[in-house]
Structures are given as structure tokens and as C-alpha cells.
């Protein structure tokens, strides 16, 4: 039995949470909410569990793509179901289901209608965007990619702000385009190979040209996701309209389906586009990381002050991607996993205020650390992780892209490390203007403090935050040989024998 459920583990970390929704959904009692929420709650804790024997047994060494499992999905076209995860994917997975528990935690007594549903949405978008990080065949990916839109759409437009139709359709519209053009190069990749597996596509040859076409059909589909600059404006909207369970799992997981598609698709399968178009790439994630960072200055909402800090750190990430270097490969990956904890953290913080006040402008605040203590020390300390500061996990993954960019060219670290600066920055002043100072209004006067549902889910947030940022070594570890494998696949020239670039 335990081998049966070794060998299908990735199977089993997809499927239980799309099963759980589905079972949750079936139970559904309005008149009985309680009991849907602890049986979201049993999901999620059993969703979490099945996922941690893909770190406990995975094969450190091994860069390559382990737990693989499989059978024929559509035999006239050459599509299966194929599962494999590398040291790329099993931290993603992991980070999938963590924020997932941690988002039914958050939403106990917070969300009043239609509690089955949007616990659901939650557990379904779960397994879908799990399935996304496993899928080794090209279809099944675009399957997962593009059903856990779905979820996501219902949670921001069912549950979201005033605005959330506008919110939702943008972003709906935005990913869908993308994703069409992705959908064009797969169906090249197969009439020119016969097949839909990736790991085929990493072997096949192709001219400059047609890699390059290829590439940007990928780009446009992960630079929306990610986002990138000048692509990004549909986040700030979705965050805004979006309930505080949306923002959390926007900004912790969905912008990193970006990120680890451009380095499972996009790079290894047109290494050489991604070399010839390297400095187009690094100009958008500097543009990110510096111009982004001044817009966020000026924000007088807090959720999209948040919104564009995580635009901001993204671009840290595709930094790292395409400088071509151990340590700024392996550092992205460190910032994708350190933003989920912290801009997760970020939203909840948010949330808490929100669900107190109903009001998300920073003028509506001013000295709420006389009369919530507990909550201001959560909300800065995770503020300042937002900054980088030493021993948090923000500081880890920034300074390892900073080293390995002075490594590539010493203006690419040099335009970067202003990053550290606007960031301090922006969310310095919004610390300031929120939690400092004498207490602004009577609504804030009347603020309680954490009960003991929010202060759990902000101290396991901070824990995680602490640990990745003193001992990232366990991380590290895990993706080390899978970098290495990258590198390697992208040193690699595809292009047919006697053409070079």
C-alpha cells in the first residue's frame, strides 16, 4: 500500500484537494457552516500531509525528474498523463498546499456566504495549480494552466470588492490571450515531433529564427502570469477586488506558475532564443524592480502598494532566470518561495485591519500599534522581511541574484540593489503612516487586537519566514542539482548542425 501510494504521490497531491473541493461542494449546508469549514479544514490538513513525502523522499542528488507516473490519455494524439517533479517543482508543490491550509485557516469566521463554495474554489485551484508544477506532458499542463483560471475567476467575482466584474474580466482576458499563443507553439512543437511530452521538445532542434517565435509565444503567456512590466496591470486591480484569500494565493502562487513555466518551457526548449534575447529580458525586470518600485511609492491603498511590491520582487526573479548564473538561478528560486511567505503574510495583515475597519486606504489608519501591540509586531516584522532584511528569507534570495548579477555585469547588480532602497522605501512609509503616531480616528481607537485564529496563522507564517531566512540550506539543497541540470540543458546550442547565431 505505502508503495502504491509512493509511486502515485503526485497524482494523490493533485487529486485529494480537487476531491476534497468536490466533497465539500456535495455537503454544503448554509445552515450549517461550521461543519463545511472543518471539513475544508480536513482537506487542506490532509492535502498538506500527502505532499511531504515529496521532500522527505526525495533523491538530493538526482536533477533530473523523479516520481514520475503515467498512462495513455489520448492515444491518437500522442497525449498522456505524465507526472514527473524535479527540486523546481517539489518546492512549489509543497508551498501550494501550505498556503492553501493556511488560507481556509485564515477565512474561518471572516467569509459568511457561500462558505462551501469559496473553500472549495480554494481546495480545486489547489490541486489544478499542483498540477501545473507536475505535468510533463505539454496538454495536460495547458489543461491544468487553463482550468484553475476558473477558481480564481469565481473567488475574485463572486467574494471581491465593488469593482471585481472589471477586476476579473481583465484578468480572465489578460492570461487567456497569453495562454492561446502558448497553445499555437505546442501544437508546432507536436506536428513538427510527433509528440507532446517536454522532455522530447528539450531535444529537438531548431533554427534561430523559429526559437525565437517560440519563445515569445511561451513569453507572452508567462510574462502575463508572472507579470511582467509592461504586462503587469492586471494585478493590481485583481489584488484590490480580490477577498484577502485570493490576494494571498495570487501573489504566493499563481505569479510563480510564471517563473517556473519560463524555466520548463520557455528556456530549455529555445536556449538559444533565451540567450539571444537575454538583454531584452533583464532591460523588463530591471524596468520592474526600479519603476515599479516608484509607483509603489506613491499608493494610498494598501493592497496595491502590496500589489506592485510583488510586481517589483518578481522582476528580481526573471533577473536571476537570465543572467545565467548558479547563484542567481538558485536565488530567483529562493525569492519565489520567500514572497509567497511574505506577500501571503503581507495580505493577511491587510485582511486583519480590513475585516476590522472595512477600509484598505492608508489614511484611515495612524497609530494602530497603540491599541493592537501583537498585530503591529507581525505586520512589521513581516514589512521589514519585505525590505530584506538580514536573517528573513526576503534578504536570502535578493542578495544571491545581487551577487550572481555583479557576476554577469556589475550595472545589472548596481540597477538591481535599488530594489533595497525603494522597497525600504514604500513600505517604510506605509509602516509609518499605519502603525505609528497617535491614533488617528475613533474606529481605530476601538481596535482589538490578533484572536487566537490570527495570531496562529501570522506566527507560522513568521516561523516560516525566519527559518528560510537563517537556515535556507534545506532549500538550497533540494535545487541545487536541478540548477545545475538547467544550466547545462541551456549551455547547450539546439540549433541544427552548421547554423549558428
Given at each position: 500500500m505505502l508503495n502504491y501510494f509512493y509511486h502515485h504521490i503526485l497524482s494523490f497531491t493533485i487529486w485529494v484537494p480537487v476531491l476534497a473541493g468536490i466533497a465539500v461542494l456535495a455537503s454544503a449546508d448554509?445552515?450549517?457552516?461550521?461543519?463545511?469549514?472543518?471539513?475544508?479544514?480536513?482537506?487542506?490538513?490532509?492535502?498538506?500531509?500527502?505532499?511531504?513525502?515529496?521532500?522527505?523522499?526525495?533523491?538530493?542528488?538526482?536533477?533530473?525528474?523523479?516520481?514520475?507516473?503515467?498512462?495513455?490519455?489520448?492515444?491518437?494524439?500522442?497525449?498522456?498523463?505524465?507526472?514527473?517533479?524535479?527540486?523546481?517543482?517539489?518546492?512549489?508543490?509543497?508551498?501550494?498546499?501550505?498556503?492553501?491550509?493556511?488560507?481556509?485557516?485564515?477565512?474561518?469566521?471572516?467569509?459568511?456566504?457561500r462558505v462551501a463554495q469559496y473553500m472549495a474554489c480554494f481546495l480545486i485551484m489547489s490541486g489544478l495549480m499542483i498540477g501545473v508544477f507536475s505535468a510533463l506532458d505539454a496538454i495536460l499542463y495547458y489543461v491544468f494552466w487553463e482550468a484553475m483560471l476558473i477558481p480564481m475567476f469565481l473567488i475574485i467575482g463572486v467574494w471581491g470588492g465593488p469593482n471585481r466584474v472589471y477586476a476579473t474580466v481583465k484578468f480572465f482576458l489578460y492570461t487567456l490571450l497569453g495562454s492561446l499563443l502558448m497553445l499555437v507553439a505546442f501544437i508546432y512543437l507536436y506536428l513538427s515531433t510527433g509528440s507532446f511530452e517536454i522532455t522530447d521538445y528539450y531535444k529537438f532542434a531548431m533554427p534561430l529564427n523559429v526559437q525565437v517565435l517560440i519563445f515569445l509565444a511561451f513569453f507572452a503567456a508567462f510574462a502575463v502570469k508572472i507579470p511582467m512590466w509592461p504586462v503587469h496591470t492586471w494585478l493590481p486591480d485583481a489584488h484590490v477586488e480580490a477577498p484577502t484569500g485570493g490576494s494571498v494565493v495570487l501573489a504566493a502562487i499563481a505569479l510563480k506558475l510564471g517563473g517556473y513555466s519560463f524555466l520548463r518551457f520557455a528556456m530549455?526548449?529555445?536556449?538559444?532564443?533565451?540567450?539571444?534575447?537575454?538583454?531584452?529580458?533583464?532591460?523588463?525586470?530591471?524596468?520592474?524592480?526600479?519603476?515599479?518600485?516608484?509607483?509603489?511609492?506613491?499608493?494610498?491603498?494598501?493592497?496595491?502598494?502590496?500589489?506592485?511590491?510583488?510586481?517589483?520582487?518578481?522582476?528580481?526573479?526573471?533577473?536571476?532566470?537570465?543572467?545565467?548564473?548558479?547563484?542567481?538561478?538558485?536565488?530567483?528560486?529562493?525569492?519565489?518561495?520567500?514572497?509567497?511567505?511574505?506577500?501571503?503574510?503581507?495580505?493577511?495583515?491587510?485582511?486583519?485591519?480590513?475585516?476590522?475597519?472595512?477600509?484598505?486606504?492608508?489614511?484611515?489608519?495612524?497609530?494602530?500599534?497603540?491599541?493592537?501591540?501583537?498585530?503591529?509586531?507581525?505586520?512589521?516584522?513581516?514589512?521589514?522581511a519585505n525590505t530584506g532584511l538580514p536573517g528573513t528569507s526576503g534578504f536570502v534570495g535578493e542578495f544571491m541574484v545581487i551577487l550572481g548579477a555583479i557576476r554577469a555585469n556589475f550595472w545589472y547588480a548596481f540597477l538591481a540593489s535599488f530594489t533595497l532602497i525603494f522597497g525600504a522605501a514604500y513600505t517604510l512609509w506605509m509602516v509609518k503612516r499605519v502603525f505609528y503616531g497617535e491614533v488617528a480616528n475613533e474606529k481605530v481607537a476601538a481596535l482589538k487586537d490578533l484572536n487566537k485564529r490570527e495570531f496562529l496563522v501570522l506566527a507560522i507564517l513568521a516561523t516560516m519566514v525566519l527559518a528560510l531566512g537563517v537556515y535556507p540550506q534545506p532549500l538550497t539543497d533540494m535545487t541545487n542539482a536541478t540548477v545545475i541540470?538547467?544550466?547545462?540543458?541551456?549551455?547547450?546550442?539546439?540549433?541544427?548542425?552548421?547554423?549558428?547565431?
Open positions: 448554509e445552515s450549517k457552516p461550521n461543519n463545511t469549514r472543518w471539513l475544508a479544514l480536513l482537506g487542506g490538513i490532509v492535502s498538506f500531509l500527502v505532499s511531504i513525502p515529496l521532500y522527505t523522499q526525495f533523491n538530493f542528488a538526482d536533477g533530473g525528474f523523479q516520481y514520475q507516473e503515467g498512462f495513455s490519455w489520448i492515444p491518437a494524439f500522442n497525449i498522456n498523463y505524465h507526472l514527473g517533479a524535479d527540486g523546481l517543482a517539489v518546492p512549489l508543490i509543497l508551498l501550494t498546499s501550505f498556503t492553501t491550509l493556511i488560507v481556509i485557516i485564515s477565512a474561518w469566521e471572516v467569509i459568511q456566504k530549455p526548449i529555445a536556449p538559444d532564443a533565451a540567450r539571444h534575447l537575454a538583454w531584452f529580458m533583464i532591460t523588463l525586470s530591471l524596468i520592474a524592480i526600479v519603476y515599479i518600485a516608484l509607483v509603489a511609492l506613491v499608493q494610498k491603498d494598501m493592497k496595491k502598494l502590496i500589489a506592485y511590491s510583488s510586481i517589483s520582487h518578481m522582476g528580481f526573479v526573471t533577473l536571476g532566470f537570465f543572467i545565467f548564473n548558479n547563484l542567481g538561478l538558485e536565488g530567483a528560486i529562493v525569492q519565489m518561495m520567500s514572497h509567497g511567505f511574505i506577500s501571503a503574510a503581507m495580505f493577511l495583515c491587510v485582511g486583519v485591519l480590513y475585516d476590522r475597519v472595512h477600509s484598505r486606504q492608508i489614511e484611515s489608519y495612524g497609530g494602530v500599534a497603540n491599541t493592537m501591540p501583537a498585530f503591529a509586531a507581525f505586520a512589521v516584522f513581516f514589512a521589514m541540470q538547467i544550466l547545462s540543458n541551456l549551455a547547450q546550442s539546439k540549433l541544427p548542425v552548421g547554423l549558428g547565431l
